[in-house]
């Protein structure tokens, strides 16, 4: 019996992971949501941003993802 590779696993739960976050920008705020198994919602106001980065490694960049820090006074970061 052949069982599943460990590198397909892998990627299948990258996938779902990167799928779970959505970020809404408005024109107040900017809210990020996460639905995996359960339901997370952080939001901020936009006058409260005070920096945000961007980070894209080399496979980030061939797949077109990359990790966003928006960093806010007074709490932690957004991600």
Same mark, same amino acid.
């Given at each position: $019996? +052949?069982?599943?590779? *460990?590198?397909?696993? !892998?990627?299948?739960?990258? !996938?779902? &992971?990167? =799928?779970? /976050?959505? /970020? /809404?920008?408005?024109? $107040? =705020?900017?809210? #990020? #949501?996460? &639905?995996?198994?359960? =339901? $997370? !919602?952080? #939001?901020?106001?936009? +006058?409260?941003?005070? +920096?945000?980065?961007?980070? %894209?490694?080399?496979?980030? =960049? !061939?797949?077109? &993802?990359?990790?966003? /820090?928006? *960093?806010?006074?007074? %709490?932690?970061?957004?991600?």
């Amino acid at each position: $019996m +052949d069982s599943i590779p *460990h590198g397909f696993i !892998i990627i299948i739960v990258t !996938i779902l &992971v990167t =799928r779970a /976050y959505t /970020y /809404y920008l408005t024109n $107040m =705020r900017v809210i #990020e #949501e996460k &639905v995996l198994l359960g =339901r $997370m !919602i952080k #939001e901020t106001t936009l +006058d409260k941003i005070t +920096d945000i980065v961007f980070t %894209q490694g080399l496979i980030g =960049r !061939i797949f077109n &993802v990359g990790t966003i /820090y928006i *960093h806010t006074s007074g %709490q932690a970061s957004l991600v």
